[in-house]
């Protein structure tokens, strides 16, 4: 399974961050996988956004929620990260995982792509 991220590397307050990640060697209506994001701040720790598994709603980490939307494309096999209303404190390197269903492992990582915001 590979993961790509695509999107803007800059962004201005407070406008809506947009990544795709592109998924091939692997389907995102399969059940195995949570397709996920996690986002890296500088100098500061990994930090799980949300997810989408299967064909059910996505989940979003309760500090993120009222701003975050994951979606999904499944002809284009891509998922999408939508993050609203950003500041500079958004500003991080962005990476989609596939991570086994029920489970704490991150199987494959996008290369990760560095989003900044200005104010």
């Known amino acids: 399974v590979q993961l790509q991220e695509s999107g803007p590397g800059l962004v201005k307050a407070p406008q809506t961050l947009s990544l795709t990640c592109t998924v091939s060697g692997g389907s995102i209506t399969a059940n195995y996988y949570a397709w996920t994001w996690i986002r890296q701040p500088p100098g500061k720790g990994l930090e799980w956004i949300g997810h989408?598994?299967?064909?059910?709603?996505?989940s979003y980490t309760p500090s993120l929620k009222s701003r975050t939307s994951i979606s999904r494309d499944t002809p284009k096999n891509q998922y999408t990260l939508q993050l609203s209303s950003v500041t500079p404190e958004d500003t991080a390197v962005y990476y989609c995982?596939?991570?086994?269903?029920?489970?704490?492992?991150?199987?494959?990582w996008g290369q990760g792509t560095q989003v900044t915001v200005s104010s």
């Open positions: 989408i598994h299967g064909s059910g709603p996505p």
């Open positions: 995982v596939s991570v086994v269903a029920g489970s704490s492992w991150y199987e494959y």
